[in-house]
């Protein structure tokens, strides 16, 4: 038998080891607690000087905190008060706790968020900059050394100086040469070592070197570096020039592109056809909510509901076209009048049928992932990738189509009986069949054209609307029966519209291009691409 | 014989419109004029449920002066001419007590010589322009000095802002609110090259260069922000391309003067956290009055609907006017007019509305900024109610100018220097 008191002590002894042990691990660990505490309780004006006190406490969770407090998604246990991050994951909430990222079977109910503004997030993104500095993502460090750009002090210049020599990574390398540059450039006592470092800030495009040079050039003191700051400067503005004219072009190719989209089914209905079709731009609308009603089907999987949309958006738009062609526009034919106004009529039904559906609001038709945010090309050019996307998108749209009209049998009937009915009709070609299968063509891209402006502009019954007088622009001033015209017309007006919208602004810019339209067509009542011969009267 | 005849006709005439004002006294109309299709359905759409839901729970009280509500509910569809006609087809054929309505201030300038030619009532639920006061017009949305400046304030002092775009959609809002931001920044010492004015039609589509414009003005060095007075659903591709260009609230805020809970509840707010909006309402303020009001809304209109700052503006106009026909026993225009100046009712903040002799309504002032579950977090309010100006103080051919409805003056436009009434009506 054990003697009481030797159990007893051995228990003490243990215990004493375990404390021992414990605060050893939690000399910062209990000040850190103790603080996160605080985080809690704190209001939002008093949050960034504790969040200050736990910056100095170092602790190897800290990056997490920030990101996620940088993020909106940092709460708290209502009752135990623990830190937990609350991400949203496929549409279901995924609760942590942040300290040891176990994941919790407790509902979002019982947590509270800790609110952030805008001057925190200014502050945990510099905070988080400081730390990424050291860290082992090669993209982490290039963001939070550029972060530095904007604002260096003595204490971050001299840990760039330490980390230099070991950079592995030449962008990465390159970007702390500018900052120390900067750094050179504006507080070095010695005059050459300022030109030096000025010659090489001339480079870089970064727009806070721009901001520092235009500083140094109104130097009284120093003027060697005014003038060497002068003359870097101008090199600069030179190539930001550049670079905005070519920002400018791809902006005028991207609103050309969505011009395209919305006009090519019209260059089919109205060009290949001769049917004035008013409803084009509701077949537009048509689309997007079938993008819309995708969406809806399958919550779970936005990054691929598109490619359910297009082929999705082509049937619905088709078939409606189908109907309208086989119920209404066959009766019409050569009665161009009675037919624009039966399908304006039919467009305000299909209007009045969105609204009556889906409500007038407006609909939330979610971006994927892979198409949100931006290319960056260089620090003043960027190409946003949605438009990027539906550019190459209209493009192959394009082309498709103008496989579809030149290598298929249907392409081929197609060109007959625009050509000539009568002879079609003689040679044996079901002209019925092939009017509704081309209009129903027409809608089904039209509908495609839906799907791509449903990732730029509202998903509402009016979306038609503001899209039918650009297409019928479109397609007038390329040449009526001309998919080639409608091309070139679509990039010409896109362009033109946004070289004048700088200058103008943009109520001024899209007048202008009316007028030069009207007159254009004034001269050239055919468009650019007129239809030559025999069959074109 | 001949003279016989006409008393017969006259008496006829007589009884018959007696029967028909005994008819029309069973009920009193309540026209509804918002769009209800069109650009700006997006937004007005809310409000007319929201009158339908206010006259629902009046009727449920009993009514006024012992008779039901009856609502008139018409459609002027985004078409700011037709909003006159249907004024007048609601005052002379449907011959209704008040309306609510209008939403841009285009559809506003249109109603006005209506409603004045035909003595009507009109309540104004959305933050405006300024510069204008009529007799026949209630203003419960906020004035300039209730929303744009105190925004402007709140930018310069604590978030020091220095470089301006000021965008907004091309019509008579944006224009004089711009106007008299400009005057007030300059007033405050920026130089104008430090300001940018943008304008854009309505429904705008394609923002790339006027974004790819403001990443540019933004980088030169001063801290810049973006006073957006953009209306309607040209908001949504605005905001996109915003996040897109990847410009966050952080490097350019941006403060919204037209965007509110119902404008959000159309897309991923996500990349637009942090950005702000100035507002008298944000349904998500603590207050028993507001958790009533959201739970009747959700009860009233569905589960997932949002509440937002012209229907507290609704709701306080709707209320005002209730009190003040209990109070003047009567419909009557003139009376009603009379009896609400002075009146105070609470509003959705825990505080009290009190209209003005300008009618305008005393107001909080509250800046907030978008969380990314679509609704706003309050970052700055004003201590206690502001009061409406009518007339800024800022532009100097309104300076001298004031509005009060009450004797002596009279007058929506009374000119403090010169002491007389321009005779305008509006």
């Known amino acids: 038998m054990i003697p009481i008191t030797t159990l007893s002590r051995a228990l003490r002894n243990c215990l004493l080891i375990l404390c021992l042990g414990l605060s050893f691990v939690s000399a910062d660990d209990e000040r850190f607690q103790a603080l996160a505490l605080e985080l809690t309780t704190v209001k939002l004006a008093q949050t960034q000087p504790v969040l200050e006190k736990i910056a100095e406490t170092e602790h190897p969770v800290l990056l997490q905190l920030f990101q996620t407090m940088v993020e909106g998604d940092l709460y708290y246990h209502d009752e135990t008060l623990e830190l937990l991050s609350v991400e949203r994951i496929d549409g279901e909430y995924v609760i942590k706790n942040l300290l040891s990222g176990e994941v919790l079977p407790i509902d979002r109910d019982i947590t509270t968020k800790i609110r952030v503004n805008n001057r925190l997030r200014v502050w945990l993104r510099g905070a988080i900059a400081q730390i990424q500095l050291t860290a082992d993502d090669a993209s982490a460090r290039l963001a939070a050394v550029r972060s530095l750009l904007e604002r260096y002090d003595d204490d971050s210049i001299e840990l760039l100086l330490s980390l230099r020599a070991d950079e592995p990574n030449t962008k990465v390398r390159s970007a702390m040469d500018t900052v120390l540059a900067m750094n050179t450039a504006e507080n070095s006592a010695d005059t050459g070592a300022r030109v030096a470092s000025i010659e ?10 721009r901001n520092l040079l235009v500083e140094l050039s109104y130097e009284t003191d120093a003027p060697v570096v005014a003038a060497e700051a002068q003359r870097a400067l101008e090199r600069i503005e030179g190539r930001v020039n550049f670079f905005g004219h070519v920002d400018t072009l791809f902006f005028g190719l991207s609103l050309g592109s969505v011009l395209l989209l919305a006009s090519i089914g019209l260059a089919i209905t109205f060009g290949v056809m001769g049917v004035i079709n008013m409803a084009h731009g509701e077949m537009i609308m048509l689309g997007a909510y079938t993008t819309y ?67 007038p609001l407006n609909r939330q038709v979610d971006t994927p992932s892979w198409m949100s945010g931006q290319f960056e090309i260089n620090p003043v050019l960027f190409v946003t990738l949605n438009r990027f996307y539906i550019f190459v998108f209209a493009l192959l749209v394009f082309a ?48 495609i054209a839906g799907v791509a402006l449903s990732q730029l502009t509202n998903v509402g019954p009016n979306l038609g609307q503001s899209y039918i007088i650009d297409s019928f622009m479109v397609v007038v001033f390329g040449g009526v029966g001309n998919l080639f015209g409608t091309l070139v017309a679509a990039f010409t007006l896109g362009i033109a519209n946004k070289v004048f919208e700088p200058v103008t602004g943009a109520v001024l810019a899209s007048i202008l291009v009316l007028v030069f339209i009207i007159l254009f067509i004034q001269k050239r009542p055919k468009g650019l691409f007129p239809q030559k011969g025999r069959a074109a009267e | 014989m001949k003279l016989k005849t006409i008393v017969k006709g006259a008496a006829l005439a007589v009884s018959a419109s007696v029967a028909m004002s005994a008819w029309a006294a069973d009920t009193i109309k309540v026209g509804v004029l918002h769009s209800l299709s069109g650009t700006m359905a997006i937004s007005e759409t809310t409000l007319k449920d929201t009158v339908l839901m206010m006259i629902e729970e009046q009727n449920k009280k009993g009514g006024l002066l012992g008779k039901q509500l009856e609502p008139v509910v018409v459609d002027p569809a985004s078409n700011w001419p037709l909003f006159a006609e249907k004024t007048r087809e609601l005052l002379t054929q449907e011959e209704v007590d008040v309306i609510f309505g209008c939403w841009t201030s285009v559809s506003r300038k249109s109603v006005l010589p209506v409603i004045e030619e035909l003595n009507g009532l009109l309540f104004y639920p959305v933050q405006y322009e300024g510069e204008e006061s ?38 008579v809002y944006p224009r004089t609110t711009n106007k008299i931001l400009e005057a007030y920044l ?68 941006v403060v919204a003067f037209s965007v509110g809970e119902e404008e ?31 739970a009747q809304w959700k009860a009233f209109a569905g589960e997932d609907r949002v509440t937002n700052d012209p229907m507290e503006a609704t709701y306080i106009g709707f209320n005002l006017w209730a009190k003040a026909v209990e109070a003047a026993g009567t419909t009557d225009v003139d009376t009603v007019e009379q009896t609400i100046i002075g009146m105070s009712t609470p509003n959705l903040t825990g505080g009290t509305a009190t209209m003005g002799a300008n009618h305008h309504l005393t107001k909080p002032v509250l800046i907030g ?58």
């Not at chain 1, 090489?200 to 070197?209: A, G, K, Q, Y």
Request: proline share 4%; glycine share 8%.
């Open chain 1, 293 to 359: 009603v995708v969406q809806l089907l399958m919550p779970n999987h936005i990054d691929a509901s598109l490619w359910v949309a297009i082929p999705a958006a082509f049937l619905v738009s088709g078939a409606f076209g189908v109907l309208i062609e086989r119920g209404v526009i066959q009766f019409l034919h050569g009665r161009p009048l009675e037919t624009l106004l039966a399908t304006f009529g039919i467009s305000l039904i299909l209007q009045q049928l969105v609204r009556t559906i889906f409500s």
């Open chain 2, 134 to 171: 009529s007799k026949n017009v209630f203003y419960t949305g906020a004035a300039p000095n209730q929303q744009a400046i105190p925004a402007v304030d709140y930018l310069m002092n604590d978030l020091e802002v220095e470089r301006w775009v000021l965008a907004g959609t091309d019509y």
């Open chain 2, 369 to 426: 900024e978008i969380q990314d579950d679509g609704q706003f977090e309050v970052v700055w309010e004003t201590d206690g109610e502001v009061a409406g100006d009518a007339w800024s103080d800022f532009l100097p051919e309104s300076k001298p100018l004031i509005a009060d409805w009450t004797d002596p003056v009279k007058c929506g436009n009374y000119n403090t220097e010169t002491g007389t009434c321009s005779g305008q009506n509006y």
């Open chain 1, 200 to 209: 090489r800030l001339s480079d870089s495009l970064e727009p806070d070197v």
């Open chain 1, 400 to 447: 498709a189509l103008v496989l579809v009209l030149s290598k298929t049998n249907l392409g081929l009937h197609v060109r007959a009986v625009s050509q000539n009915r009568q002879m079609a009709k003689a040679m044996g070609i079901r002209t019925a069949r092939v009017d509704a299968l081309t209009f129903g063509l027409g809608s089904g891209i039209a509908g």
């Open chain 2, 264 to 294: 959000l509840s159309g897309f991923d707010t996500e990349p637009l956290v942090g950005h702000l909006a100035a507002w008298n309402y944000f349904q998500s303020v603590e207050s028993s009055a507001n958790e009533d009001f959201i």
């Open chain 2, 186 to 253: 300059m007033d405050k010492g920026v130089a104008s090259d430090d300001i940018m004015i943008n304008y854009t039609p309505f429904g705008h589509s394609d923002w790339q260069s006027i974004i790819a414009d403001i990443k540019k003005f933004g980088s030169e060095g001063k801290k810049t922000a973006v006073v957006s007075t953009i209306n309607g659903d040209a908001n949504v591709p605005f905001y996109k391309e915003l996040g897109n260009q990847g410009i966050s609230a952080e490097d350019i805020p």
